[in-house]
Nanobody, 132 residues
């Protein structure tokens, strides 16, 4: 069992910035950020797979930056130029199965929705609210 602990988030005005972090109890094959707005499916935001292959969903490219520490147990999400459409509960996810990690990467790039069953480990979520 891998525990994921998220921190960060909060409320900000449009154009502002928020930082998130997620620490895993052990290193895994991939980690990523997902978000879910009320009434909408969960969607991938940014992922890091393997030694550091990074992927983003199209709508956050150029505004969000995902990074990882050297131990590969903590990921960060720096969110700049936030828009009201970014308002959601943000979840950290991790998996140790390579096929699922490729799936995480592909789903994020393609903008596909995700379910809690898709990946082994999830954080508790942290809210981000962007006001106009």
């Amino acid at each position: 069992q891998v525990n994921l602990v998220e921190s960060g988030g909060g409320s900000v005005q449009a154009g502002g910035s928020v930082s998130l972090s997620c620490t895993a109890s052990v290193s895994t094959s991939c980690m990523g950020w997902f978000r879910q707005a009320p009434g909408k499916p969960r969607e991938g935001v940014a992922t890091i797979v393997g030694k550091g292959t990074i992927s983003y969903r199209e709508s956050v490219k150029g505004r969000f930056t995902i990074s990882q520490d050297a131990a590969k147990t903590t990921i960060y999400l720096q969110m700049d130029s936030l828009e009201p459409e970014d308002t959601a509960m943000y979840y950290c996810a991790a998996d140790s199965r390579f096929p699922n990690c490729i799936g995480m990467q592909s789903a994020t790039i393609l903008g596909a929705s995700a379910s809690a069953d898709d990946y082994l480990y999830w954080g508790q979520g942290t809210p981000v609210t962007v006001s106009s």
